[in-house]
């Protein structure tokens, strides 16, 4: 906690805004109705929380929004220390369900992550709902498409990762699928396959499909854990979910 002794016009002035621009929630302290200083409490942010958003964009995400119920100010702190696109602060449960909306209207597929009741509305109004199970409310898992059952922030773009590869396989192994058929069809009616060779065909393709999606196998957890360099200890700044 920082506190200051101030008088009251500069701890409602200077000194609460620069605790608010440096991520932290200014409280007034008054004894007998007079101002005798200013505290401040804040959440530290999670030291995965910079890592994800890096990952988030490098797996194709085009801009990663933040709805806040903090301050501006507080809001604009963490927002800069973990690289956000867009930040939109002091908002109501409503406000947030408005700007997936209207990000929706904008021609977005839009996924929305949290973890609180306030955040139960956007998660049902998004294109995707992400909730963080370990630490979220009841409301907000039963609400989402998804829950993230650890609190490991990185899982999400590993989540990513992973549904772009499956459908990359699948496009695959539709596409063998497909040509297979084509070339025996074609070789049939051109006199050219026998039963034994169709069939032959047929279940070597079953085989390359087979080991194709085995590819999922691999690696299939991801790396979900921080460069070394990185795994440091962050300056306490606002509460929030990240």
Not at 114 to 138: H, K, Q, R, W
Not at 199 to 219: D, F, K, T, Y
């Amino acid at each position: 906690m920082d506190l200051g002794c101030f008088d009251g016009a500069l701890v409602r002035g200077e000194h609460g805004l620069e605790l608010a621009a440096a991520g932290k929630t200014p409280m007034i302290v008054a004894v007998d109705d007079a101002v005798i200083g200013v505290g401040a409490v804040a959440d530290a942010i999670r030291e995965d929380a910079p890592e994800m958003i890096r990952r988030l964009h490098a797996s194709g995400v085009k801009k990663v929004v933040m709805l806040a119920g903090d301050t501006r100010l507080v809001a604009e702190a963490i927002g800069q220390a973990t690289g956000i696109d867009e930040i939109h602060a002091s908002l109501l449960p409503e406000d947030k369900l408005d700007a997936v909306a209207r990000m929706q209207r904008e021609g977005y597929v839009v996924a929305m992550v949290g973890d609180g009741v306030n955040d139960a509305p956007a998660l049902a109004t998004a294109d995707i709902g992400v909730a963080m199970g370990a630490a979220g409310s009841a409301v907000a898992v039963e609400t989402a498409d998804i829950a993230l059952m650890g609190d490991n922030l990185l899982k999400l773009p590993e989540a990513i990762r992973l549904a772009k590869r499956t459908v990359s396989v699948m496009r695959q192994n539709i596409a063998i699928a497909l040509i297979t058929v084509i070339l025996l069809l074609i070789g049939v009616f051109a006199g050219g396959v026998t039963m034994s060779l169709g069939m032959l065909v047929h279940e070597g393709s079953v085989l390359i499909v087979i080991l194709n999606a085995m590819r999922l196998l691999r690696n299939t957890r991801g790396d979900t854990a921080l460069p070394k360099a990185e795994r440091t200890t962050t300056t306490a700044v606002s509460a929030t979910s990240l």
